[in-house]
Structure formats: structure tokens, C-alpha cells
């Protein structure tokens, strides 16, 4: 359902031929100050991925205990507020092919496909996020959203972690600038009015390019006839994008500016990303996102946090104390961010929940132990409700290593409505996170 700007009366009649008729409850009868993603009867679902690179110091983030009696562990201790909002889970692993040494080109391209890459060239597996994407980035401008703090495009360890297709990795944007101007437009501030302007503009654009296309088609051969195709599909995205906007009520958001570029420090840069995402699922953009705190083999170096050495350098610890005690501190910064985010998304009341209630959004590293590239037993925490279909407040810890990751994403999957059967080297869905 979709709801104009305009809301029609209850009694609104069709007067004509001396005739009075009035109308049936419509869609357009509801008030517009409710739109359907804020309604308690079918809050909407989004699927997020939040991930940090280079683990994590295992000994410092295990919680003690299990179930819901759990004590929390040094490294989650800043999620503590959130407990009930949140179920930490190890035992999963994204190692499809465990004949192979561990690296970083395998753990990044594994991580949200389950599927081995090819050495030599981009061919993976279609990541969970596009799968969801395929579904409900139907009923928004975006489909999905690839965020991050530093460059992730080009080279070995910059490519992926999400691929649309086996072969097409997608690019990340790190520039909180261009990010916004992305959801919101070139203004200074979000401005609906302008949005709806520029939407229209790009409309009559969109229609001249692709006549022009159609007659270029009719002299070309075969094999650029097909690379045509594929641009304009790549145009009717942006096309449904405009459609999709022009039929949704502008949200009612807060005031924010453009910002002028990245902060200057790492935290700060981190929080004004979480703080686009945090707009973009409110204005109902997206329902699709994924986020890295930094590059997969990032050497970011924590000033903020006292720590001299890149963070790269760290993980290969050899488990040296300076360095595991380094790690540590990350880890701690890493979920003080983390909770930053949760607290932002449970402030804002959707319907008889919040934002979070109405999200599944994981977080976690693509490796467990970083001196050894360990893809296994990773530390994974699972937070929001998917509408009430995740019972949370626990720690629930699969045997051994040998459960797939994938597993998680399809059970992720079934409670966001996208119901999958097979994901990379999936085997079956989770059976513990019932409600």
C-alpha cells in the first residue's frame, strides 16, 4: 500500500450526472500521517548487514554461560543497555572449502555468499543481502545500500563482500557526502520538494535515453546488442526508483545537513554513517543495507583509543599480550559503536515497536582468530526482532565448527519474508532462534 501526500475523506463523494456516490474505504482514506511502514498490522521487515574487519580476541569476547543467564564479556560489555535486543551466537563458520589455508580474499568473498571464490578472477555466489534485495528492495528508491569507511572497490582484499551476481561485486560508498546526496539530493538539506523535482527531471531523462537507445539497437550486431541490454536494465533500475518515490508520502525526518565530507577521526565517521542509515531506513528508502566499519586488511591506526600500531599489524598478533591487549580495545570501541546504532534504532517508535524491533540486522567479522585467517567459529551477534519472529536476550553456542554461517541467513531470511532453500554451502536453517 502506498499513500499519497494528500489524504482523502471518509465521505468524499463522486458527484456527477445529478448523482451522488459515495466511495468505499480506500487506501488513499487512511490517514496520512500513518503510512503502512509504521502501522502495527504490518510493520515493515529490513535486513542489515554490519560487519568489522580483522576479528576479534576470542578469550575477551566469549560471553560466560549460556541461554538467557549469560554473563556478558568484556568485549559486548557496552551492548549491556540492549540486552534484550540482541542474541550472541558462536559455533558458525564461513569456510566453505576447509582444504584451503585461510586469507583474506576468502574470508571477505565467503563471508555473505558461502561459496568459495575462483582464484584468478570475481566469481562467487550471489550474497544474502541481494538475495532479500531481490524481494523487498521492491517497495523502495533503493534496493539495497553498500556503505563503508574506507575505499572497498578494486584490488585482491578491497573486492566484495556483496555480489548481485556470481561475477558483479558492488561498489561501497565511504563518503558521507556523496551518500547523502545519493537519498536526498545535491541540497543542502533533505528537502522532499526538491527530491520530487529532480525525480521528475530524471524521469523525462531516463525516457529520451532510452528512446535514443531503441534506435541506436537496430545498427548494432548481436554482442552489443546484449551489453545494451544490460545498461538498460541498469536504467529501468533508476526508473523503478522513480516510480517507487513518487508513490510514497515523504517521511517526516529530522533536520540534517549535507555533511561536508568524512569527520575527521574514525569514531566520528563511523557514527555519521550509522546516522545515514539510521535516516534512510526511517524514510523508508531502503530495507536492505549492509555496512563495514573499514576494509577488509585495513591498517587504520586508533589514536582515540591510545594505540600506535595499524590495525592490520595488530591482528596478526601471534598472540603477543601488546597486541592481544590492543585487540581488545578494538573490539570494545567496535561494539560501543555498534551500540550507538542500536540505540538510535530503538528510539524511534514504529507502530507498538521501534525501528530495531522491526530489523534483523547482523553483526559480526568474517574472522574469528585474525593471526590465522580463521573463517571458523565466528563471533556473531544477532540483533532486532524481525517483527516479533526472533525471541533475543540469549547466547546460544552451536557445537564445535562445523555449522555454516549460511544456515543463519537462511533462518534470516524466512523471518524477513524472503524464504530461500539453498545458500552457498548452506545445509539447513537454525532451529534456536524460535520466539
Not at 131 to 147: D, M, N, Q, V, Y
Amino acid at each position: 500500500m502506498f499513500l499519497s501526500k494528500r489524504q482523502l475523506h471518509r465521505r468524499t463523494l463522486l458527484k456527477g450526472a445529478g448523482v451522488a456516490i459515495g466511495l468505499p474505504l480506500l487506501e488513499a482514506m487512511v490517514p496520512a500521517a500513518t503510512p503502512q511502514h509504521l502501522t502495527a498490522a504490518a510493520p515493515v521487515r529490513r535486513l542489515g548487514f554490519v560487519m568489522y574487519p580483522l576479528g576479534v580476541d576470542q578469550a575477551r569476547w566469549r560471553p560466560k554461560g549460556e541461554g538467557r543467564n549469560y554473563e556478558f564479556s568484556e568485549a559486548l560489555a557496552p551492548l549491556a543497555p540492549h540486552r534484550g535486543k540482541f542474541t550472541v551466537i558462536s559455533g558458525l563458520s564461513s569456510d566453505p572449502d576447509r582444504t584451503k589455508p585461510g586469507f583474506h580474499d576468502r574470508a571477505l568473498a565467503s563471508f555473505l555468499t558461502g561459496v568459495e571464490p575462483v582464484k584468478g578472477k570475481v566469481q562467487v555466489g550471489v550474497s544474502v543481502d541481494q538475495l532479500a534485495a531481490r524481494t523487498l528492495g521492491k517497495e523502495t528508491p533503493f534496493a539495497s545500500l553498500e556503505l563503508s569507511t574506507e575505499n572497498n572497490n578494486g584490488g585482491a582484499a578491497h573486492v566484495g563482500p556483496v555480489f548481485k551476481t556470481a561475477t558483479t561485486p558492488l561498489p561501497f560508498e565511504y563518503n558521507p557526502r556523496r551518500v547523502f546526496e545519493r537519498l536526498f539530493g545535491e541540497g543542502g538539506k533533505i528537502d522532499p520538494a526538491a527530491s520530487a523535482a529532480r525525480d521528475t527531471a530524471d524521469r523525462s531523462s531516463l525516457d529520451t535515453v532510452l528512446e535514443r537507445i531503441q534506435q541506436l539497437k537496430q545498427r548494432l550486431g548481436p554482442g552489443d546488442k546484449r551489453k545494451l541490454d544490460e545498461y538498460i536494465e541498469s536504467i529501468r533500475d533508476v526508473e523503478r526508483r522513480i516510480q517507487v518515490s513518487s508513490r510514497k508520502r515523504p517521511a517526516d525526518l529530522p533536520e540534517m545537513t549535507r555533511p561536508a565530507g568524512a569527520p575527521d577521526t574514525w569514531p566520528e565517521h563511523v557514527k555519521l554513517m550509522f546516522d545515514l542509515q539510521v535516516l534512510a531506513l526511517q524514510a523508508d528508502l531502503t530495507r536492505v543495507w549492509t555496512f563495514l566499519y573499514a576494509r577488509e586488511a585495513t591498517s587504520i591506526n586508533f589514536p582515540h583509543l591510545d594505540i600506535s600500531m595499524g590495525h592490520h599489524e595488530i591482528s596478526h598478533h601471534n598472540f603477543e599480550k601488546e597486541k592481544l591487549d590492543a585487540l581488545a580495545k578494538i573490539n570494545v570501541d567496535q561494539s560501543r559503536l555498534f551500540a550507538y546504532f542500536l540505540a538510535k534504532l530503538d528510539a524511534l517508535k514504529e507502530g507498538t515497536g521501534t525501528l530495531l524491533d522491526h530489523s534483523l540486522i547482523l553483526y559480526g567479522s568474517n574472522l574469528s582468530v585474525p593471526t590465522s585467517h580463521s573463517q571458523r567459529d565466528l563471533p556473531i551477534l544477532l540483533a532486532g526482532g524481525a517483527a516479533g519472529r526472533i525471541a533475543n536476550g540469549r547466547y546460544i553456542q552451536f557445537p564445535g565448527d562445523e555449522t555454516p554461517l549460511t544456515n543463519l541467513y537462511l533462518t534470516m531470511l524466512d523471518k524477513v519474508g524472503v524464504p530461500t532453500e539453498k545458500l552457498g554451502d548452506s545445509t539447513g536453517r537454525l532451529n534456536r532462534l524460535e520466539v
